[in-house]
C-alpha cells in the first residue's frame, strides 16, 4: 500500500513558492483560492501578489505603486471600487457625430453596436482609443432595428475556431431568421438549452415567441425555426431566461400577462410549451429572472413570483407614481427603480411585504422621466430623454459619485446609454445632430469631488478602502 503520509500536499509548500505559484493566476483564480481554506487566504493576501496585479492592470502608477511598503491589496481594491464608480475627472474620451437618433445601444469588451433606423454601426474600441472614427456598417435590414442582443460566437454554429473570435466584422448578415408577421420587439437575454444545441427567443408585435436554431446552415437560416409559441394576446416586451433551468423563458406581454415556456418540450400541439402562467396589476416596466423567482416592476409597484409554484413571493408598492424603468441586483438584494425627476434604491430584504414599501435611497436631481438605468455591484447609472447628465450612484447606499454629460451638443438628452465596468457609452440627438459619447476610466488618475472645480492633475491615492467584488472586468 502507498504511504499517503509521504504525500505533499499544496499547504506544505513554502510562502516563496506558493507566491511564485499565484504569479501565473489571474485575478478571478487568486480571489477563487482566497476563499478555498484559511492558509492560502492568509497565501494569496500578501504584498507581493498585489503588487504584481497593480502593475499588471496599472503600469502608469509605478511610483505610486513602489511607495507602499504594505496594504497593497487593500490599496488596489480602493482604486478598483473607485474606477468602477467612476470617481474621476479625466477618463479617456471620444466623441461620434451622427446624422440620426440612436435607437439601439450595445457594448462589448471590444465594440461599440450602434443601431440607427435599418443601419448598425460597429465601432472598435482600440481604434476609439487610438482617436480613428472608424466603424463597419450592417446594413441587411430593410426596416427599422427595434432590438439588439449579443450571444456568445462560441455557442453559434458561426464559430470555427480562437482566432474567429478576434477576427474584424464582414460587414454582412451572416444569418437571417425569418417567421414574425410584423416587427420583433424583444430577443432573450441569454441562449436556451445545453451544449446539445442552443437556441434563442424572439417576441413580436404578432403577440408570438417563437424558438430559434443556431445550428441552421446557410445564410437564410433555412429550417432554423423550431417551433412557435402561441398564447399571449398583446405584443412581447419582455423576457428573460430562467436561472433554475435553461431550458425555461418568461416572456410577458403589453397586457401585463406572464407565460412561462419550456424550449425543451417538442409536441405538436403548439400550446403544449407554455408551463406556467400569471399576471400583474398595471403597465409592465421591467423583468428579470434570477434563480426560480422572476421579478416585475409595472405601474407603481415592484414584486416577485416564484416560478416553481407561480405565486406571489412579494409585493411592494414603491408609492413613486408611474415607474419608468426597472432593474435588479438580485446577489447583493437591491432594486432600483427610475421615476419623474428621481430614481429610488430599495433593500428588497426589507420591503418583501404587500404593502408600501420606504426606498433605501431617494437619487434625485434629475430632469424629466428617468428612462435609462443600468446596475451592477459597484454603481447605479439613471439618466433620461430629457435630461443632458447621466449620474452615477455608489450601489450599496446610493450616494452620487459623479455625473456625466451625454453629449457636447446643446438641448440633448441621454437616448441611450450602456456601461461595463470602467467603461461607458451614452447617445445624444439635438433635433439635428446626434453623437456617441464613449469613456473609458481605466487609467484614470485625477480625481475630484462634484462640491468643487477640479483643475489640472493630481496623482491618485486611495481616500478609502473597502473590500469590494474582486471579480476582474
Known amino acids: 500500500m502507498a504511504n499517503h503520509d509521504s504525500i505533499t500536499k499544496v499547504t506544505d509548500m513554502d ?38 496585479l497593480f502593475r499588471e492592470r496599472w503600469p502608469q502608477l509605478e511610483p505610486y505603486i513602489n511607495s507602499l511598503t504594505s496594504g497593497l491589496r487593500k ?29 439601439g445601444l450595445l457594448l462589448s469588451k471590444n465594440s461599440v453596436f450602434l443601431s440607427q433606423g435599418p443601419l448598425i454601426q460597429i465601432f472598435s474600441i482600440d481604434k476609439l482609443l487610438e482617436g480613428k472614427a472608424s ?10 432595428i427595434t ?41 432573450s437575454d441569454k441562449l436556451l438549452g445545453d451544449e446539445n444545441g442552443k437556441v434563442f427567443a424572439s417576441g413580436g408585435e404578432d403577440s408570438t415567441v417563437r424558438l430559434w436554431s443556431l445550428k441552421s446552415t446557410g445564410r437564410r437560416g433555412q429550417h432554423a425555426l423550431k417551433a412557435t409559441l402561441y398564447g399571449h394576446e398583446k405584443p412581447i416586451v419582455f423576457m428573460s ?36 402562467m400569471t399576471s400583474v396589476p398595471g403597465v409592465p416596466v421591467g423583468m428579470k429572472c434570477h434563480d426560480s423567482l422572476l421579478y416585475i416592476a409595472s405601474g407603481s409597484s415592484i414584486g416577485a413570483v416564484d416560478l416553481r409554484t407561480m405565486k406571489t413571493a412579494f409585493k411592494t408598492s ?47 436631481g434629475h430632469i424629466g422621466p428617468v428612462t435609462h438605468l443600468h446596475m451592477d455591484p459597484y454603481k447605479i447609472v439613471t439618466g433620461g430623454p430629457e435630461d443632458p447628465h447621466v449620474s452615477i450612484w455608489a450601489a450599496d447606499k446610493g450616494n452620487q459619485t459623479n455625473f456625466l454629460s451625454c453629449s ?31 469613456r473609458d476610466f481605466n487609467n484614470a488618475v485625477c480625481s475630484g469631488s462634484l462640491d468643487e472645480h477640479v483643475s489640472g492633475s493630481k496623482f491618485w491615492c486611495p481616500s478609502t478602502s473597502g473590500d469590494g467584488d474582486e471579480s476582474d472586468s
Open 15 to 52: 510562502m516563496d513558492s506558493l507566491v511564485h505559484c499565484a504569479s501565473y493566476l489571474t485575478l478571478q483564480d487568486i480571489s477563487n483560492t482566497a476563499i478555498s481554506c484559511k492558509f492560502l487566504n492568509r497565501i494569496i493576501y500578501s504584498d507581493s501578489i498585489w503588487r504584481r
Open 75 to 103: 490599496a488596489y481594491m480602493a482604486r478598483y471600487s473607485a474606477l468602477q464608480q467612476f470617481k474621476f475627472v479625466d477618463p479617456l474620451d471620444f466623441y461620434v457625430y451622427t446624422e440620426a437618433k440612436s435607437s
Open 135 to 144: 466603424f463597419v456598417s450592417l446594413n441587411d435590414h430593410r426596416a427599422r
Open 147 to 187: 432590438s439588439m442582443r449579443l450571444f456568445p460566437l462560441k455557442e453559434t454554429s458561426l464559430f470555427r475556431n480562437e482566432a474567429h473570435i478576434n477576427d474584424d466584422w464582414k460587414g454582412s448578415c451572416q444569418r437571417c431568421f425569418r417567421g414574425h408577421n410584423g416587427p420583433v420587439t424583444v430577443l
Open 241 to 276: 431566461v430562467t436561472g433554475h433551468r435553461a431550458s425555461l423563458i418568461v416572456s410577458m406581454s403589453k397586457d401585463s400577462k406572464v407565460r412561462v415556456w419550456d424550449a425543451s418540450i417538442s409536441s405538436s400541439d403548439r400550446n403544449s410549451s407554455c408551463v406556467g
Open 318 to 364: 414603491t408609492n413613486q407614481g408611474k415607474l419608468y424603468s426597472f432593474d435588479i441586483m438580485p446577489t447583493k438584494f437591491l432594486a432600483c427603480t427610475g421615476g419623474l425627476g428621481r430614481a429610488m434604491l430599495w433593500d428588497i430584504r426589507k420591503n418583501a411585504g404587500n404593502g408600501e414599501a420606504e426606498p433605501m435611497a431617494e437619487l434625485d
Open 408 to 438: 457636447p451638443l446643446d438641448s440633448s438628452g441621454c437616448c441611450a446609454m450602456t456601461a461595463d465596468g470602467f467603461r461607458i457609452v451614452t447617445t445624444g440627438y439635438n433635433q439635428e445632430y446626434g453623437v456617441l459619447s464613449f
